[in-house]
């Protein structure tokens, strides 16, 4: 007799990232869409995760990968803005293509990272999740997807890195991780911001010198 009061332990995202390296049956080209509905009903925290992944690696940096990546996220970001409850994905993009070996190489350089975020992390400051709070991390998930698009220097790794802080915090249920990410987001900005202003500085400085 099963107990009434057992409850399945849910996976975490790097289980699930492990079981697409594990599973013998996907070694082709695989969709975006049928990636998907592979990583399964916590599709939205995951799937934000798993396209944010190349971002972390050397070879994002080629042009125009940045976009195939990170149109996905937006998309996913707007879902989260308007309530929705499922992953949606518009055929073109959908039907886009990655082979299996190549998302394994991604999963398996990064995962063990992963892996120590989720140590870390655990359901806490429950009201960072709330409906209120979801519609502001899906609008700053955009924000960090249309930034990851352009071609700012040496940034890919920073906007990754905090899509995947942000994707980790809204699977854990942890809301002291989505802080913490959005203090690193604060923080990154203002430092642009004083180099921005340095720049701007030492040119008119420059100028008047001459």
């Known amino acids: 007799m099963k107990n009434k009061n057992h409850?399945?332990?849910?996976?975490?995202?790097?289980?699930?990232?492990?079981e697409i390296v594990k599973n013998k049956i996907l070694k082709r080209e695989l969709t975006y869409q049928y990636i998907l509905q592979t990583l399964g009903d916590r599709a939205f925290g995951v799937a934000i995760l798993f396209f944010s992944l190349?971002?972390?690696?050397?070879?994002?940096?080629?042009?125009?990968?940045?976009?195939i990546f990170?149109?996905?996220?937006?998309?996913?970001?707007?879902?989260?803005?308007?309530g929705r409850k499922s992953l949606?994905?518009?055929?073109?993009?959908?039907?886009?293509?990655?082979?299996?070996?190549?998302?394994?190489?991604?999963?398996?350089?990064v995962l063990p990272y992963i892996v120590r975020f989720e140590r870390f992390s655990k359901p806490r400051w429950v009201f960072m999740t709330y409906r209120i709070?979801?519609?502001?991390?899906?609008?700053?998930?955009?924000?960090?997807a249309f930034l990851l698009m352009l071609p700012i220097p040496f940034s890919n790794f920073i906007f990754g890195g905090l899509l995947a802080i942000f994707s980790i915090g809204i699977l854990e249920?942890?809301?002291?991780?989505?802080?913490?990410?959005?203090?690193?987001f604060i923080a990154y900005i203002f430092f642009i911001y004083v180099v921005g202003l340095k720049s701007v500085e030492a040119f008119l400085f420059i100028k008047n010198s001459v």
């Open 7 to 18: 409850k399945t332990v849910p996976k975490r995202s790097s289980e699930i990232l492990m």
């Open 54 to 67: 190349p971002s972390l690696l050397p070879f994002f940096a080629i042009p125009g990968v940045a976009v």
């Open 70 to 82: 990170s149109l996905p996220i937006v998309i996913f970001a707007l879902g989260m803005v308007l």
């Open 88 to 109: 949606w994905l518009p055929k073109s993009i959908g039907n886009k293509t990655i082979s299996h070996s190549k998302i394994s190489r991604i999963i398996s350089a």
């Open 133 to 144: 709070t979801e519609i502001i991390n899906g609008i700053t998930i955009l924000c960090l």
């Open 173 to 184: 249920e942890d809301g002291l991780l989505i802080f913490m990410g959005y203090l690193c």
